[in-house]
């Protein structure tokens, strides 16, 4: 999408699939609960229970996940960027023309990213259908 409308119209925050890649086989996420408050904040909070008072312990599978099993997908080492990003957005959802001008220029974009040309591409590369048209 950044691609198709510009990354000055993308908010566009995180790791790169190259990147994730290439930090398979050091990445530890406790650097990121150690040395991130906020995400320490943010964990400590949920895993307080202190959004889940009526279930506690509900969220331990992503305790586990995370800081257990080594977050595979390593969603800390993008959540401050997550995070700065939202601030991004907050500010320019406060600008109401600058806001309207890229969400604008995204959907004016996002032609490539429709189902209509996607089943179309679909049917003619794998499936090899022809269009069948109805009178």
Known sequence: MAEEAGEENFFLFGLTAE???????WYNPFWH???????????D???????SRAEPGIF???RATLLER????????????YAEAQL???KLYQDAEAWARKAIINVACSEKFSSD???AEYAADIWQAAPCPIE
């Not at 609960?33 to 964990?43: D, F, I, K, S, V």
């Not at 080594?70 to 960027?81: I, N, V, Y």
């Open 45 to 51: 909070l949920i895993f307080s229970n202190y959004f």
């Open 117 to 119: 040309r996607t089943l």
């Open 19 to 25: 990147q994730v890649a290439k930090s398979q086989s």
């Open 70 to 81: 080594g977050d595979r997908f390593m969603h800390l080492a993008d959540l401050t960027a």
């Open 60 to 62: 331990a599978p992503i």
């Open 33 to 43: 609960y150690e040395h991130e408050p906020q995400t320490r904040h943010a964990l």
């Open 88 to 90: 991004w957005v907050g």
